[in-house]
């Protein structure tokens, strides 16, 4: 549950060392150094322990501890609370979880649940930069807001794959139950992405403006181009969704046309029955003295042979056969 807990240097942004989660109120207290915890899917004992080493908020622990919230960014103190949804590619599938977040001025801590890929490259980032690191829990935050955000654009791009893999089927001439059923499906994902992405635009635009005693100056910056990448995400999302309402209006029209080409043609064999049938009718009558008994029964062949040529004919050209 425990992923990482290390020591990081104000004034070198190097790594000091590992610790325990025991030994965290131990170096808390220095101000020359932050402590950056990494946790997945923890225990209520060990947030109870994580509660009593940050002192954190009894609200923000209930919260990392059920999950199933939804993004936000709330103030305790002197520390911040937030919440952001996580999506990744499972399988082919694609699954979404969380991550809580607690910032304080000397620590930095993340709670992942559900989907969520490790934060290890966004900590390799980070200190493979000391310069920057040295700004301490702040630029820790811009590291993996960015690292998540960067993870939604393989997932818009696959969304955009599958989408255009679907145009082809929905043109089809014949009606597909299975097109239908993977529009509807591709479209229920991309609101659950729509509605992990929209809130982290409110939730980075407040960090770029607020805050003053835990978000660097210098960080702001960051945090603004993370932003205008999750602009740029909603914005894809929204198109995409667009594009998935038009695609099923399209597949249901679509059917509906092919629909109704199969019932003109049925009217249009039903009219050609319907000549010959009247005729056959009329002449048909059991007369003692039926008109024309002699050469009728030739007349009303060729009649009806005429009568159904000319209509084959002119269905024809009318495409309705």
């Known amino acids: 549950m425990v992923v990482n807990c290390a020591v990081y240097s104000k004034e070198t942004g190097r790594k000091l060392n590992d610790i325990t989660i025991e030994a965290i109120s131990d170096v808390l207290p220095r101000t020359d150094c932050f402590v950056w915890v990494g946790l ?21 622990i209930e919260d990392a501890h059920l999950a199933h919230q939804r993004p936000k960014i709330e103030v305790y103190g002197d520390s911040l609370f937030i919440v952001i949804h996580t999506a990744q590619v499972v399988e082919g599938k694609i699954r979404f979880g969380e991550t809580h977040i607690f ?9 992942r649940h559900g989907a969520s890929l490790s934060y290890a490259p966004a900590r390799k980032s980070c200190e493979q930069t000391p310069e920057l690191l040295v700004l301490g829990p702040s630029y820790v935050l811009y590291a993996v807001l960015d690292f998540i955000v960067d993870n939604f ?38 609101v659950t992405l729509r509605l ?46 667009e594009l998935l309402s038009s695609a099923m209006t399209v597949n249901m029209s679509m059917v509906t046309v092919s629909q109704n080409e199969v019932v003109k043609r049925l009217a ?21 003295n039926m008109p024309e008994l002699e050469n009728g029964y030739h007349y009303m062949i060729g009649a009806t042979v005429l009568i159904c040529t000319s209509l084959f004919i002119w269905l024809k050209r009318s495409k309705w056969l």
């Not at 009606?175 to 059923?181: A, H, I, K």
């Not at 010959?276 to 007369?287: D, E, K, V």
Request: charged share 25%; proline share 4%; glycine share 4%.
């Open 40 to 60: 997945h899917e923890p225990d209520e004992a060990l947030l109870e322990k994580l509660q009593e080493e940050f002192g954190l908020h009894d609200l923000a």
């Open 103 to 111: 910032i304080g001025p000397r620590y930095f801590v993340t709670v």
């Open 153 to 190: 654009l393989p997932i818009v791009n696959t969304f955009q794959e599958e989408l255009t893999a679907l145009e082809k089927d929905i043109f089809h001439d014949t009606f597909r139950r299975e097109t239908l059923e993977r529009l509807y499906r591709l479209k229920r994902e991309l």
């Open 196 to 241: 992990a992405v929209s809130p982290l635009q409110d939730i980075l635009n407040q960090l770029t403006r607020f805050f003053p005693n835990l978000i660097c100056d210098e960080v702001r910056v960051y945090l603004r181009d993370v932003f205008d990448h999750a602009a740029r995400i909603s914005d894809a999302t929204n198109a995409m969704g």
């Open 268 to 288: 249009g064999w039903a009219a050609l029955l319907a000549a010959p049938t009247l005729i056959a009718s009329w002449y048909g009558m059991n007369f003692h």
